[in-house]
């Protein structure tokens, strides 16, 4: 098939105006979503200028531009080698399209045109969490209250797409640096090109291809292929502790070996320190015991949604719950998930005092498939 060809055939895949069968479902709906011209697209990011690039990933580089009328936008362009292919682009195109919801970014239209791929959302002035959790400067800009506010709104949207929207959807990347921000700070669950349309009677499924970041996957998805909405339980988890803690998730040990996140934390945990996990920025402008109850109520919480096996992590409307109440009482969290093969301090867990543990043998080149 010629490139003329296959690029006619991918925009009547993905034109707004065409009937399509849904997965899951027997209605054809109309897809509502605006096909955009390259040249206007080109033109708005000043022919995708460096000085436009708002980040870059596996699948290519973020561009802001400006519309004729004015408008902001993100221009997500898809590299021709790029990890996520045509079947992604489809994916996305196909999900969020049919998705409103205040904390999940608003796909305005899509580009197929001269050998392109692109994307383009609304564009949101404060960019990806990561950008400011993990930058110095930033972060301090992160106070408690600010850090609360955006796990929930990460926690509404993860349960909306579980449980209240027309689908269920199972985002299976979701991570700091999906997480998109508003002029208000506002989260917004972004990146939905390796989601999955679950049926309301389905509890989970099998993949081959394991997709996803390392650090964040769980261990029954990055074991064995299988996907749940309790993988994304687990993400949620992990994000929730770094949100605390200030610090990323790299899985159990790090690159030189020393414990990482969900090992320190749930060593400190154990050992009944908890604050000592806690970024210290947020420490610092802490004025009330009460605060600081919450925090660790959020550890507790965290900790609930990365154990091990599937079963013992709370689904997301029982997360809700749980962040919104403090009267609610929770259940001792189990062992972690460490999803990685045996590292040079694996002393360091029989410490612990977990006879329940059980190591994740897997590799960095299985599991890290960004």
Not at 225 to 249: A, C, P, Q, T, W
Request: with cysteine.
């Amino acid at each position: 098939m010629d490139q003329v060809t296959s690029q006619d055939s991918l925009m009547n895949e993905v034109v707004i105006s065409s009937k399509r069968h849904l997965s899951g479902d027997m209605k054809t709906e109309d897809l509502e979503l605006p096909l955009m011209d390259f040249e206007a697209i080109a033109t708005a990011t000043h022919n995708f200028s460096s000085t436009n690039k708002l980040g870059q990933g596996g699948f290519g580089i973020v561009y802001k531009g400006r519309l004729l009328d004015g408008k902001e936008i993100a221009v997500k362009r898809l590299s021709k080698m790029s990890l996520q292919g045509t079947d992604e682009f489809k994916n996305e195109v196909r999900l969020i399209a049919r998705l409103q919801h205040i904390n999940l970014v608003r796909l305005l239209g899509c580009c197929v045109d001269k050998g392109e791929k692109m994307l383009i959302y609304e564009y949101l002035e404060n960019l990806s969490l990561d950008s400011h959790l993990f930058d110095k400067s930033r972060r301090s800009n992160l106070n408690w209250q600010l850090r609360f506010d955006i796990a929930n709104g990460i926690a509404r949207g993860l349960l909306y797409l579980h449980q209240d929207s027309r689908f269920r959807i199972i985002h299976r990347d979701l991570k700091v640096s999906n997480i998109l921000l508003d002029k208000n700070m506002i989260p917004k669950i972004s990146d939905f090109g390796m989601a999955r349309i679950f049926r309301r009677d389905e509890t989970e499924a099998n993949t081959r291809k394991v997709v996803g970041t390392y650090g964040y996957m769980s261990p029954e998805y990055a074991m064995n292929g299988i996907f749940s909405v309790k993988s994304d339980v687990f993400s949620f988890g992990v994000l929730l502790l770094e949100i605390i803690s200030g610090k990323r998730s790299t899985g159990f040990y790090n690159s030189s070996g020393d414990l990482s996140l969900l090992g320190c934390v749930w060593r400190n945990w154990k050992e009944r320190k908890g604050l000592d996990i806690i970024d210290p920025i947020i420490i610092d402008s802490l004025s009330s015991t009460f605060k600081t109850h919450e925090i660790l109520r959020c550890i507790h919480i965290g900790l609930l949604c990365v154990q091990e096996r599937a079963e013992d992590r709370p689904a997301m409307s029982s997360v809700m719950v749980m962040l919104g109440s403090e009267t609610t009482t929770l259940p001792e969290p189990k062992q972690p998930a460490f999803c990685v093969g045996r590292g040079p301090l694996e002393a360091e867990l029989s410490k612990l005092g977990d006879d329940e543990w059980t190591v994740n043998q897997i590799t960095l080149s299985v599991i890290d498939a960004r």
